[in-house]
């Protein structure tokens, strides 16, 4: 009798634990989001998905089929990308959070400019994603 490996993709099992607890934070995150205009929600939303789909399925599938945000994170996890409502939403977003950290809240130079790059890294991942149509 021949076992069967998992795929490729799964996590070992004494990870799976980690995975939960950083779905459950980053689903908290999201959430707070919601209600706070600077914390953004789809970026933690779509990290939660990335951890419950290492950790817990049936949390995956609840995630991906949420009435409000499971297109989203469906089209995001297939390949289809963002709607360009989310995209514009974030960029500009990410250009205030980082613009504020750079110029309130870091002082050192080499620390601005960390910052900087950081931030420019960021906005440009979101802008390459695929746009997904209405």
Same mark, same amino acid.
């Given at each position: 009798m021949e076992m069967q490996q998992a795929p490729e993709s799964a996590p070992p099992r004494w990870l799976r634990p980690f995975y939960l607890v950083a779905g459950v934070f980053f689903l908290g995150l999201g959430a707070i989001g919601l209600f706070l205009p600077l914390i953004p929600t789809t970026g933690p939303l779509l990290l939660a998905a990335f951890f419950f789909g290492r *950790? *817990? %399925?049936r949390? @995956?599938?609840w995630l991906t089929t949420h009435p409000r945000f499971g297109r989203l994170i469906a089209d995001f996890e297939t390949g289809k990308g963002l709607p360009l409502s %989310?995209? $514009?939403i974030a960029v500009v977003m990410m250009a205030a959070a980082f *613009?504020?950290?750079i110029f309130a809240v $870091? *002082? @050192?130079p080499a620390l601005q400019a960390l910052v900087a790059v950081v931030g420019v890294g960021a906005i440009a991942f979101v802008l390459r994603l695929p746009t997904a149509p209405r």
């Open positions: *950790s *817990s %399925t949390l @995956h599938r %989310t995209k $514009v *613009s504020y950290s $870091v *002082s @050192h």
